[in-house]
């Protein structure tokens, strides 16, 4: 967004540069990827970096209230109330949309997860950018993708003490269904290279009393990144049950996959965070239901499930006993804030990082992540037909 970095980049972007960045990541992590790269990083100006941190901080603070945390400890279901839940998530995801009020562009709230996202990717993909951009006059910087007055070594022991806890890394596990088929696997990738964790199967674990094992060598601590809608939607067993104890660390624990989630934004009060009410509460069809307000699922992932345009015959046709599971929440309107070197805008949404190892009281605002888009959403599966869309990170300046 920064209009002067945009320029020089726009102005010296090939298609064989983009193509340089693609083959790089890719041997970098030895892998493919299933998801879309986007032409272009963005660029933070420093005006708009200050105000989506304090957003995002302030939401993290609120979510952390006593109070707000023992409601939204109400959307664990009893069937995967998970024992040992820590105070706070190891890994929290805080998604802002770049909307334009009063001629000023500002972050608004679109989604939370107590959940890991692309932790290790993103350094990854920070550093074949910064190279990239090394043959780009006016770009050659180390650029920074931090926050909290880190920089890539000191992110990466966060990372390091977040997952592992200070075990052997033999001895933890970055568990999810069948790795090598999840799209997030380049992730995974990097998560090897980085820390030297393994993605593993839970069907390949064993249990022992109250002991997983990965073969002979015992699991004492879960990077937890099975996502429960996929588990339940296929239905697949386990060597153990997520409501029994288990002499295992998490990270992040299980029940904040619940806790912390779509379910939290009624709960919070913010200017960046929009109007959202459960469906359960509604006392009538809100007006301008259609072209104010989206309907969304409150655990379901990459967009799955939200209704841009819903209707009061959508509202009557939930179930009541599932009714809790939805909100309603004022439509955002993205500003094409992007401008492509096509001459196109292009929305974007930047993930705000969150990590807290073990020993820190609270989560550390660390890096972030960036969907650009110009589809009806943000997910992948809206921008298929789309150049300049997918994946990619904000960066700034090294301080």
Not at 21 to 37: G, V
Not at 153 to 176: C, K, Y
Not at 318 to 330: K, L
Request: charged share 25%.
């Amino acid at each position: 967004m920064d209009p002067s970095y945009r320029q020089t980049f726009n102005a010296a972007f090939t298609q064989e540069r983009y193509e340089w960045y693609q083959r790089e990541l890719s041997q970098r992590l030895d892998c493919t990827f299933e998801f879309r790269l986007a032409e272009s990083p963005v660029f933070l100006p420093d005006d708009f970096k200050a105000k989506i941190v304090d957003a995002a901080h302030a939401i993290v603070a609120q979510l952390s209230e006593p109070s707000r945390l023992a409601e939204m400890k109400r959307a664990i279901p009893a069937r995967w109330d998970t024992p040992g839940m820590d105070g706070l998530p190891a890994f929290t995801q805080v998604d802002f949309a770049v909307v334009r009020e009063n001629n000023v562009l500002v972050p608004k709230l679109i989604e939370l997860q107590g959940f890991p996202s692309l932790t290790c990717l993103q350094v990854t993909q920070r550093d074949a950018w910064r190279d990239t951009m090394r043959s780009m006059e006016g770009l050659d910087s180390e650029w920074s993708c931090w926050f909290s007055g880190l920089d890539r070594e000191s992110f990466i022991d966060l990372a390091r003490r977040t997952i592992t806890n200070g075990h052997d890394p033999a001895e933890v596990i970055l568990m999810d269904i069948d790795p090598p088929k999840q799209k997030t696997y380049p992730d995974f990738a990097a998560t090897k290279l980085l820390t030297g964790v393994d993605a593993v199967d839970p069907r390949a674990l064993t249990k022992r009393g109250k002991q997983l094992f990965r073969g002979n060598t015992r699991v004492r601590r879960v990077y937890n990144r099975v996502v429960f809608d996929e588990l339940i939607s296929k239905g697949i067993d386990l060597p153990f049950d997520y409501g029994e104890e288990l002499d295992v660390e998490w990270a992040p624990h299980p029940n904040w996959y619940w806790a912390w989630s779509k379910y939290s934004l009624p709960f919070l009060d913010h200017p960046s965070v929009p109007r959202a009410t459960f469906v359960s509460d509604l006392q009538k069809v809100p007006e301008e239901l259609s072209s104010r307000y989206v309907l969304k699922p409150l655990f379901s992932f990459a967009g799955g499930g939200v209704n841009v345009e819903p209707t009061a015959a959508d509202l009557s046709a939930i179930p009541t006993a599932e009714r809790h599971a939805w909100c309603v929440q004022e439509k955002i309107d993205y500003e094409p804030a992007l401008l492509a070197a096509d001459g196109g805008g292009v929305k974007i949404e930047i993930r705000m990082m969150f990590l807290r190892p073990d020993n820190e009281a609270r989560p550390i605002l660390a890096q972030n992540l960036v969907r650009l888009s110009r589809g009806k959403m943000l997910g992948v599966d809206f921008n298929k037909q789309f150049t300049w869309v997918g994946s990619s990170i904000a960066l700034s300046q090294s301080s």
